[in-house]
């Protein structure tokens, strides 16, 4: 079983930066798609920004130009640097992974697996 361990998280003040990181474990066969969400009280969660099949980015535009995601395959792990902090980026922040399922050496499927979430609270 993948399991996911995210760090990182904290309290800042407005205009600060934090770097998040989510660590992958287990069993992997790819990683190919993963990427952070967040979700703050009484909203719904949102992609922040993640890779996607050929490598492709994308970004929530109320953090292009602030946050930048990255990765380094061969440790397993992701990161996302959030520069610029403002209050309303205050939200638990997810990490996310999208593990193929293979059925007779081909992709059937994915099947999503989430970190634990890391609260990060920007201060006015």
């Known amino acids: 079983q993948v399991q996911l361990v995210e760090s990182g998280g904290g309290l800042v003040q407005t205009g600060g930066s934090l770097r998040l990181s989510c660590v992958a474990s287990g069993t992997i066969y790819s990683l190919n798609r993963m990427g952070w969400y967040r979700q703050a009280p009484g909203k719904q969660r949102e992609l922040v920004a993640g890779f996607f099949d050929g490598g492709k980015t994308d970004y929530a535009n109320s953090v292009k130009g602030r946050f930048t995601i990255s990765r380094e395959i061969g440790k397993n792990r992701m990161d996302l640097q959030m520069n610029s902090l403002k209050p309303e980026d205050t939200a638990v922040y997810y990490c996310?992974?999208?593990?193929?399922?293979?059925?007779?050496?081909?992709?059937?499927?994915?099947?999503?697996?989430w970190g634990q979430g890391t609260l990060v609270t920007v201060s006015s």
């Open positions: 996310n992974v999208q593990v193929p399922t293979i059925t007779r050496g081909v992709v059937s499927g994915y099947v999503e697996v």
